[in-house]
T-cell receptor, first 111, second 115 residues
Framework: QKEVEQDPGPLSVPEGAIVSLNCTYSNSAFQYFMWYRQYSRKGPELLMYTYSSGNKEDGRFTAQVDKSSKYISLFIRDSQPSDSATYLCAMSAIGGNQFYFGTGTSLTVIP | GAVVSQHPSWVICKSGTSVKIECRSLDFQATTMFWYRQFPKQSLMLMATSNEGSKATYEQGVEKDKFLINHASLTLSTLTVTSAHPEDSSFYIC???????????FGPGTRLTVL
């Protein structure tokens, strides 16, 4: 079993839709959870960073962590064509410098 | 967020030559940097973890003699692809771990094409 599972998609939504991206994990030691956005031929850009359980909101983006279910989500409200990219989840344990990445979900927002 | 730069952004070289890629953390000191490789439409593949002042830790299957990593300062790590071959053509991305927070910031990537 992989440490982190992420549906690769592709996911296509109309402009203005709410997008839900998800990852599951198996290691209960993970405490840091990150979402990255990667445009084609670019390096990943850190979107959201959360520690432990709970929600974090930043503009149109909300990151949610449910440690009891080992499940994290990224919600994008009022999606825009510029949100079209690959979204990667990542996580790590306290004190560890090893990061575990999902395979990435390809998102296309159709105008 | 913190800024990580990579140079060059793209390079084309002949088979058998060596190529050096630089990764710099511009506004923070990074004791740990990472080097990844990414094939088209695939996720990141960790190649090695680079720690300032010590030898890099390579992932299984990554040839340390072929992919030389040097992390000589807290803001600079270099990856040298030695005797490059066409199968080494790929997108190489570095990242730097911010101190105290475990956040990882990525560089823009370097596209290597070996002819």
């Amino acid at each position: 079993q992989k440490e982190v599972e992420q549906d690769p998609g592709p996911l296509s939504v109309p402009e203005g839709a709410i997008v839900s991206l998800n990852c599951t994990y198996s290691n209960s030691a993970f405490q840091y959870f990150m979402w990255y956005r990667q445009y084609s031929r670019k390096g990943p850009e850190l979107l959201m960073y959360t520690y432990s359980s709970g929600n974090k909101e930043d503009g149109r983006f909300t990151a949610q962590v449910d440690k009891s279910s080992k499940y994290i989500s990224l919600f994008i409200r009022d999606s825009q064509p510029s949100d079209s990219a690959t979204y990667l989840c990542a996580m790590s344990a306290i004190g560890g410098n090893q990061f575990y990445f999902g395979t990435g979900t390809s998102l296309t927002v159709i105008p | 967020g913190a800024v990580v730069s990579q140079h060059p952004s793209w390079v084309i070289c002949k088979s058998g030559t060596s190529v050096k890629i630089e990764c710099r953390s511009l506004d923070f000191q990074a004791t740990t940097m990472f080097w990844y490789r990414q094939f088209p439409k695939q996720s990141l593949m960790l190649m090695a973890t680079s720690n300032e002042g010590s030898k890099a830790t390579y992932e299984q299957g990554v040839e340390k003699d072929k992919f030389l990593i040097n992390h000589a300062s807290l803001t600079l790590s270099t990856l040298t692809v030695t005797s490059a071959h066409p199968e080494d053509s790929s997108f190489y991305i570095c990242s730097a771990m911010a101190p105290f927070t475990n956040e990882q910031f990525f560089g823009p990537g370097t596209r290597l094409t070996v002819l």
